[in-house]
């Protein structure tokens, strides 16, 4: 893997070269916000207004980590920007079905969410919410516990409602935190499966028990399952736990991780979360959203696992048969 340091560094030598020209978070005009279509003000939700955006296979990336508090939401939401820089349409989907906070991030109140698609009550593009950000975002069922618990006609409505984000280039999931049975569901329904930890022990034993869950119970051989260190103090640091994490797994359960990169513990994060917005959008230039756009230049360059398309992740994660 090509140095992340020294790509952080090549990062901010062109920017100084771009100057005032390449404007805030690299579009033109000095916008600091990723605006890619015409946008609703953000709080307010539910409009129901088709999202513009092309035909073509969908990227899913899961986005998971074995323990709480490790960043895995922030990362989520910034990576999803790092992708609309980009010129992708992406959807970040909250799929944390107890406790859905990418709308708390990003300052949305959504009027309707996840749990009214699965009781029916709402369409998908009900529920759509378009950021000022230039992304969007599928707000989360919280309170509705397990997708198992729908019955066969509220399955395949979802299903089917499902289908509708298809036509988006990038679909960030965020799953919740652990092994549960969705969770793991997600994980393998996916083309790439980020695992997120940082190099506090129990995040590291956590993300673990991921991975060994993964080799031990899911036939993916062919996943494109990767790994980010959240809050590194240092390159060291962030290698020291990514080598100790791919080697183990490569070892012992003979299942290969990428080591997609690292984002450094910056205070620039924490203001960002407190003023409930994208870090990537409050400091464009600040080290954690060079680590984010490096993080996703890795992912463009990287094969994609092989779950075949978001048709594909629906009949793995709901057992639908073609």
Known sequence: MEDQAER?????????ALGASAGGFGFPGGSSVAVTAPVENSRQAGTGRNHRIREGKARIITVTSGKGGVGKTNLSVNLALAYARLG???????ADLGLANVNV????IPKYNL???????????DILVETDYGISI????SGFS???NMN???RQNFINELETLSVADIIIIDTSAGVSSNVMDFIAAADDAVI??????????DAYGIIKIIATEYETPNMGLKLVVNRVKSVAEAKKVADRMTNIAGQFLNLKVDYLGFVYDDAVVSHAVLRQRPFMVIDPKCKASLCVRHIVDRMEKSDRGSSGGFGAMLNRLFGKKN
């Not at 992708?88 to 909250?94: F, G």
Request: no cysteine; charged share 30%; aromatic share 2%.
């Open 8 to 16: 952080l560094r090549e990062i901010v030598r062109q920017r100084a």
């Open 88 to 94: 992708k349409k992406v959807v970040v989907m909250d």
């Open 105 to 108: 991030i990003l300052d949305v």
């Open 115 to 125: 749990y009214h698609v699965i009781r029916k009550q709402k369409s998908m593009k």
């Open 138 to 141: 599928v707000p989360g069922a």
């Open 146 to 148: 397990q997708i198992a």
């Open 152 to 154: 066969d006609d509220e």
């Open 196 to 205: 997120v930890t940082t190099p506090e022990p129990t995040a590291i034993t």
